[in-house]
């Protein structure tokens, strides 16, 4: 699995950094730099600003290559290296994503960013969450909660529960996005699939640490 996020890690940086290379060259001084809600544009910068979005798909590449290497002796990611790999590709392709619609946006593409990208993060949530539960004790991915991280029963629970609302969030999000309902149903199943699990750590931890489980 580690080849394939090289070979694919790699080749999707080369894309999205020639694309913006492509667009750069076209584009005014002053361009769109965000969208509010409703994929309105409300707010524009210096045209730089559209290789912001690439420099953290290089960074966070190149450090996903080398977090494994400083782990930690007890929190090392090779009892589930297979599954570290496939979330540092499904990571580097979501941010390939937001970059493409983001792209389209600057130039004057008529898709609606209010769909679009709601849609692709609610995707990347589905297949995270599928192989969450696979996840074991470490620094860099994640539910890493200070109950999580004390404690091998609180972290396994809580990494069920994760991988489940974090389906149901990203189902949940493509479906408004498809919808074109409000914002804020595709935020709120966003976040609570992400804050739940973090709730539950310290009710769980909690709970053990009173039964003397912990």
């Known amino acids: 699995m580690k ?4 070979l694919w890690s790699v080749l999707i940086c080369v894309l999205v950094v020639a694309a913006t290379v492509l667009v750069y060259r076209q584009l005014p001084e002053l361009i769109p730099s965000h969208w509010n809600a409703a994929g309105e544009i409300d707010r524009h910068g210096p045209r730089g600003w559209i290789f912001t979005q690439p420099v953290v798909l290089v960074v966070l590449t190149l450090l996903w290559l080398v977090l494994p290497a400083v782990s930690p002796e007890k929190f090392r990611v090779a009892e589930f290296s297979d599954t570290y790999w496939y ?8 941010l390939a994503y937001i970059q493409a619609v983001i792209l389209w946006g600057v130039t004057g593409g ?6 679009a990208l709601p849609g692709g993060i609610g995707l990347a949530f589905i297949l995270l969450g599928n192989v ?3 996840v074991r004790r470490n620094f860099w991915l994640g539910v890493r909660t200070p109950w999580t991280l004390a404690s091998d029963r609180v ?3 809580t990494h069920r529960v994760a991988g489940k609302t974090m389906v149901v969030g990203g189902l949940v ?7 074109g309902l409000p ?6 199943a966003l976040m ?7 709730v539950f750590s310290l009710v769980y931890y909690k709970r053990l640490e009173r039964t003397g489980g912990a």
């Open 183 to 188: 914002a804020y149903v595709t935020t709120g």
């Open 192 to 198: 609570a699939g992400a804050l739940v699990p973090v």
């Open 173 to 179: 999000t493509m479906l408004a996005a498809m919808m």
């Open 3 to 6: 080849k394939r996020f090289l």
């Open 155 to 157: 972290w396994y629970a």
């Open 87 to 94: 979330c540092g590709l499904v990571t580097a392709g979501l």
């Open 132 to 134: 969450l539960g696979k």
């Open 110 to 115: 008529t898709l609606d960013l209010g769909r």
